[in-house]
């Protein structure tokens, strides 16, 4: 055994005590923050508006909307028929040390028609990456693994936009395990590479495209870390941008403020870094859900055009606790779609055994990169007895 278990017990008892008194300080923090909120929600909504506008266009938090911030919402009756459909993507990324270069992302969905006795369909869709402008930008620097989840992102959410256009007819919602906003702060760290420059207006059409046929697009954050709120109440009580409370999390406030199966109330995503200028109606908002297993609170960002429409809110709110009876507070949808989208190690050899066998076909010398021949070597578990 390489883990010498009685030189660790001190540091492990050590640790349990930091836990607990970390603990007790976390609940002093939470008890303090919920007052702040339930004061600043007394105040005159528009002297928290104004807090938020003295910061120009540089505010990184959350702001009101027309529903008092302490608001509590009851689920709504789920309707009597409801598509929900999921979609969730995984990627190959790309291995320098190959000699055929390219990435792949796999995007998987289902379709669940609830109340109509249909069968649910699922499908799997498969892009694989290879031009040169997709593996370089212009400064011929190699794609980075943020790009390549863009491209995936947006891969999501146009399957998404292919189904719901199916059903254009029918109430539809349509999940995403994954936050609604496209980050500027991706491309200008990157620059406009032609994958992200495509990525982009692929996302903006779907989002448009969701749009039109009058989806309830969301998108369902499990333990989300964000804090816009916080920022919110720390800029509004003491006049500081920053979280005065910097190891609490928003859900943290809404374990106590949400009876089972409420939602808070919602409020508008504001980031600097936010691809803001998406046109009209597509503006993210925010708000938690008491998923009501065990208090679990969950992040569920939507589009203004769902904000506007009440029995678009009620569809997201009735159907995503519908999709989580089951499985114990987890869109059922959205589990389906990981699985779908899972690429297996026996699939990848199979699929690089395809990509070199073909490649050979053309008259391609393939010769991987040192480093690759010494993985395939260790990878034969040889013993030299040191």
């Known amino acids: 055994m390489s883990l010498d278990l009685l030189q660790v017990l001190p540091q492990v008892q050590e640790l349990g005590r930091d836990a607990a008194l970390r603990a007790r300080s ?56 409801l598509n929900v459909i999921g979609s969730d993507g995984s990627q190959i990324y790309v291995d320098r040390h190959s000699p055929i270069l390219y990435f792949l992302v796999n995007v998987g969905s289902i379709w669940i028609p609830y109340g109509s006795g249909a069968n649910p369909q699922t499908f799997s869709h498969p892009h694989i990456f290879h031009h040169e402008l997709q593996l370089w930008d212009e400064q011929g620097r190699f794609v980075s693994a943020t790009i390549i989840d863009k491209a995936r992102d947006a891969e999501e959410i146009h399957e998404l936009a292919r189904l719901a256009e199916r059903f254009s007819d029918e109430p539809t919602l349509a ?9 500027a702060g991706v491309f200008l760290r990157d620059r406009i590479s032609t994958l992200m420059a ?17 989806a309830a697009l969301a998108g369902f954050i499990d333990r989300s870390q964000s804090s816009d709120l916080l920022r919110l109440l720390s800029l509004v009580k003491w006049g500081e941008r920053h979280n005065r409370y910097p190891r609490l999390m928003d859900r943290d406030l809404f374990v106590s403020l949400l009876p089972p199966k ?40 939507v589009p203004e055009w ?51 066998t073909i490649c ?11 480093k690759a021949k010494t993985k395939r070597w260790l990878s034969k578990q040889r013993h030299h007895g040191l």
């Not at 609940?27 to 007394?42: G, M, N, P, Q, T």
């Not at 692929?202 to 749009?211: E, G, I, P």
């Not at 908002?285 to 679990?296: A, P, V």
């Not at 050979?360 to 040192?370: F, I, T, V």
């Open 306 to 356: 769902v904000v506007k429409n009440p029995a678009l809110m009620n569809h997201v709110h009735a159907g995503i606790l519908k999709e989580c009876q089951a499985t114990d507070g987890f869109p059922y949808s959205l589990i389906r779609a990981h699985e779908l989208a899972l690429v297996s190690d026996r699939e990848r050899r199979a699929l690089d055994h395809w990509i070199t």
């Open 262 to 301: 409420h939602r808070s109330a919602t409020f508008r995503l504001s980031s600097p870094d936010g691809i803001s200028h998406l046109g009209s109606d597509l503006t993210i908002y925010f708000f938690y859900l008491n998923i009501g297993s065990e208090g679990q609170i969950a992040r569920v960002e």
């Open 360 to 370: 050979l076909r053309h008259g391609l010398q393939l010769q991987p990169s040192q």
């Open 198 to 214: 495509a990525a982009l207006e692929r996302y903006q059409t779907s989002l448009n495209r969701l749009r039109k046929v009058g």
């Open 175 to 183: 999940l995403l395990d994954n936050n609604l906003q496209m980050y």
């Open 26 to 81: 976390q609940a002093d923090k939470i008890r303090e923050s919920l007052e702040v909120l339930l004061e600043i929600a007394e105040l005159d909504p528009q002297s928290v508006i104004d807090a938020v506008e003295q910061t120009g266009d540089q505010w990184r938090g959350a702001a009101l909307t027309t529903e008092r911030m302490d608001a509590s919402f009851p689920p709504p009756p789920m309707p009597a028929t």
